[in-house]
Every structure is written in C-alpha cells, then in structure tokens.
C-alpha cells in the first residue's frame, strides 16, 4: 500500500493551502497522489431523491456514478475508518496518499502551526516528519514557512518515498492485513508475476490485483 502522511493542524490553520501546494509539486515530479479528507461531522454527501440515493436506499451496499471521466462511490460505513482502510479503497494505485485530519492516525504527520492560534504541537514527536511554521518551535523535526513547499516534498522524497520497496506487495485475509517479512514479500510477488507472466498482451506488470472470495 501507498505510504501515508497525514496533514494535521488547528483549524484555519493552512492546510488546504499546503496541500493543494504538496499536490501539484509532487506530481510534476512524477509521482500519483491520491487525497482523503477527515470529517468530525455526519456530512451528508449522496443527494437526496437521487438515484445513488435511491438505490442506497433500497438496501444496496454500494451505490457508484460513473461518467467517461469520473468515479463517485457511495458506501455506507459500520465504523470510522482508519486512513490505511481507506487507502486500500479508493487510493490503491497511488504512489503517496496524503490526508487532511486524523490526528488520532499512527501515520507520517506534517504539522502546521500557527503563531496567532497559540498552543503547542498536536503530534507527538516520533510522528513527525516536519512542522510548517511561522514562528520557531522547540522540535527536533525540520521547520519550514508555508512558502517552502519544494523542501517539503524534498524531504518526502527523501524520507519516505526513496525507502518503499521496489515491489510493494500486501496480503490481506478477510480484509485484515497480514504483515509480511521481506523474504515471504519476494516470495510471493515472484510467484504472481511468474503466474501471469505468460498471458499474452501484457508486456509489463505494473500492478496485480488477486481476489479470492468465499461464499460461506
């Protein structure tokens, strides 16, 4: 899966500023950035006496609106889910999924914080990655301005997307993830690409998906 890094922060705090900066840097480096936003509220997204709606409705688990360029999905959920969950869903193609919110998450933080807003960081120091500032804090985590968003992703690139594998391979059993030691990793790629490396018309494998699904 992609690696994620949340963008916390008080609210009004910037940091859909930062992100729509992050967004277009880092894919004009090349890389595919998939975006997920946490809300604290109940929003309401299908429209009501839609069809999505009317089908959400009707008992379906998933209703979905397909255009020739655009995919909305509308599924109702039992619990909040985690950002890695999400990603799984929506982002599993993605190079980096960078979230608004989660602050509660295990994930990559990168903190901004306001002077005027007072009060100290809101991550713990072992999630870190760097804190967009305008005053200097007492943090063992880089500090930059709101106006340095190449250093930023230099330092995403740097720090977190020069270490993942080169093949990035999860298992997952009944939609748990079952973590994976290097050795059984390899193992299991080499023996999928040399499964379907045969199947005419692919010259390369860039992704592989495998589902088993089991009717109890």
């Given amino acids: 899966m992609p690696t994620i890094i949340s963008i916390v922060g008080n609210s009004d705090s910037g940091k859909t500023t930062l992100l729509e900066s992050l967004i277009a840097n880092l894919k004009g480096r090349g890389y595919r950035v998939g ?55 929506v982002c599993p193609d993605c190079d980096l999924v960078l979230t608004e919110g989660f602050k509660q ?39 930059f301005t709101r106006d340095e968003t190449g250093k930023i992703a230099d330092l995403i690139e740097q720090r977190v997307l020069a270490r993942q594998p080169e093949d990035d391979v999860d ?21 999928l690409i040399a499964l379907v490396s045969g199947i005419r018309g692919f010259k390369e494998i860039t992704s592989l998906r495998v589902t088993l699904r089991r009717r109890l």
Avoid: C
């Fill in 35 to 89: 975006v997920i936003k946490h809300s604290s509220e109940d929003v309401e997204f299908d429209t009501v006496n839609k069809d999505s709606w009317k089908f959400t409705r009707a008992g379906s688990a998933v209703s979905a609106i397909s255009s020739s360029s655009r995919l909305a999905v509308f599924k109702n959920l039992e619990h909040d889910p985690e950002p890695m969950e999400l990603a799984r869903l």
């Fill in 105 to 143: 998450s295990n994930n990559y933080k990168i903190e901004v914080h306001r002077r005027e807003q007072g009060g100290g960081l809101l991550s713990p120091a072992g999630q870190l990655l760097a804190v967009v500032t305008d005053e200097a804090l007492k943090t063992d985590a880089p500090q």
């Fill in 171 to 191: 298992l997952l059993v009944n939609d748990i993830p079952v973590p994976l030691k290097p050795p059984a990793r390899n193992l299991l790629s080499q023996s």
